[in-house]
């Protein structure tokens, strides 16, 4: 592992100088190569699927790890995507003189070697390397263990390539020892690796932000609300409701509370259930709402939970401030969202909701790298520094000051 880790760590300085043009090349290349060997990922894909599904894994987790011809086709589009998208490195973030006519620039530069820890879906893979490449870092990725033959068939897929264009193949790699002992390595090489950025189940969140002396960028659950206050138009607060819970339930910007202002209740809950049954959701509701529509009766625990799945939790409140209180007790800083037509409610929700997105009149399955123009995303990051929100190549790179003199000592 010491000895993978020095390659990784050697590697970050070949590639931190690559040019815009030769990384673009490269990912277009990549890109190509993973349509080219379309057959080969599906096949390998297939033994994940089998034993995913001799494992009893849930169905959302057989959704995220599925790869069939049109998620490799998107996965090779991401790339393209995200090889097409301005140049990060070398940015002049500011520049200015100084009283002792030196000039002074502010300048982006990539960060190093990257760990990104993840579960399930190996499209990351393809997105991860490509955001970080793209960023001029190393990426040492560690996907989950029911998509190891995926992963590795992707990983081998972009070795290949850069290894045809004269670059070590450590600049994208799977950790070779996936174990839980391998991971509790990595993220205490501080050495050799720069930063770690961990998404997946709440456990592996905790277990990384407590044991890692590298540093982290949590990508933390998503416990994401929708509020639908008094003034909102009904057809709308459905439509959104029904998108940001049932389109894909599983994945951590989904909706997993909705708050509805009691003066509404009567006449908007039927509605809702009533478009909700359609798509077979279970739903929690509190006792007030449970007098007004036929469902389960929510526990606070229920309040507490990211269900990644079929099931929604509906909390009635009496005032603006009481459901922003609520997203404050348990929300996680990923993606909130308020519908509403009274603008200075939604300026208010806006400004007052502590979170890595917030939205009016959305849905919150928008909180992605893709929807928001940046390719894919690296993760979602519920952290407040470095990187707030979806992460892409401008938040995988850090800056360094230049400066430039004539001579000049200080007196």
Same mark, same amino acid.
């Given at each position: 592992?010491?000895? *993978? ?25 990549? @890109?190509? $190569?993973?349509?080219?060997? &379309? ?18 894994? $849930? ?12 998620? &490799? ?10 090889? @097409? ?7 002049? +973030?500011?520049?200015?003189?100084? !009283?002792?006519?030196? =000039? ?47 992963? =590795? %068939? #992707? ?22 020892? $996936? ?14 690796? !720069?930063?770690?950025?961990? =998404? ?9 932000? %407590? ?22 138009? /009904? ?5 959104? %409701? ?33 478009? *909700? ?14 007098? #007004? ?8 625990? !229920? /309040? ?9 939790? +509906?909390?009635?409140?009496?005032? *603006? ?32 909701? !502590?979170?890595?997105? &917030? ?6 399955? *928008?909180?992605?790298?893709?929807? /928001? ?14 990187? =707030? ?23």
């Amino acid at each position: 592992m010491e000895n *993978f880790l020095k390659k990784a760590k050697e590697s970050s300085s070949i590639i931190g100088v690559l040019s815009s043009s030769q990384k673009k090349n490269i990912l277009n290349n990549m @890109a190509d $190569s993973l349509e080219e060997n &379309v057959e080969l990922i599906i096949n390998e894909n297939s033994k994940d699927m089998s034993a995913a599904k001799e494992a009893n894994l $849930s169905s959302a987790m057989v959704d995220r790890l599925l790869l069939d011809k049109k998620r &490799v086709e998107s996965m090779a589009k991401s790339l393209r995507e995200i090889a @097409a998208l301005k140049e990060p490195v070398g940015r002049v +973030i500011e520049g200015w003189w100084t !009283d002792d006519n030196i =000039r002074i620039e502010k300048v982006s530069v990539p960060i190093g070697v990257i760990g990104v820890i993840y579960e399930s879906r190996p499209n990351v893979t393809a997105d991860v390397a490509a955001l970080c490449f793209k960023s001029g870092n190393v990426a040492i990725l560690k996907g989950g263990k029911e998509a190891e033959n995926s992963n =590795r %068939a #992707i990983a081998k897929i972009l070795q290949n390539v850069l290894e045809s264009n004269s670059l070590p193949k450590e600049i994208i790699s799977l950790l070779p020892d $996936s174990s839980r002992e391998g991971v509790n390595y990595l993220i205490k090489q501080d050495s050799y690796v !720069d930063l770690i950025v961990p =998404r997946g189940g709440e456990a592996l969140i905790k277990h990384v932000s %407590a044991n890692a002396t590298v540093p982290v960028v949590k990508h933390d659950k998503g416990l994401c609300h929708t509020y639908i206050e008094k003034s909102a138009d /009904f057809d709308m607060a459905i439509k959104i %409701a029904i998108n940001a819970k049932c389109q894909r339930p599983g994945v951590c910007n989904a909706m997993e509370t909705l708050i509805v202002d009691s003066q509404i209740a009567k006449e908007f809950l039927p509605k809702l259930k009533e478009a *909700f049954d359609k798509y077979n959701t279970e739903l929690r509701v509190d006792s007030r709402a449970l007098d #007004i529509i036929d469902a389960k009766e929510a526990t606070d625990e !229920d /309040f507490d939970t990211e269900y990644l799945a079929n099931i929604l939790s +509906i909390k009635l409140v009496d005032s *603006f401030e009481e459901a922003i209180e609520h997203i404050s007790r348990y929300g996680s800083g990923h993606s909130e969202a308020i519908i509403t037509q009274n603008y200075t409610l939604a300026e208010s929700f806006l400004n007052r909701v !502590d979170a890595a997105t &917030v939205y009016v009149n959305a849905s919150t399955r *928008f909180t992605d790298g893709g929807a /928001f123009g940046f390719g894919a995303e690296v993760g979602i990051s519920t952290n407040k520094l470095h990187a =707030r929100g979806p992460m892409g190549i401008n938040e995988l790179t850090t800056y360094k000051y230049k400066i430039y003199g004539t001579g000049q000592i200080r007196g």
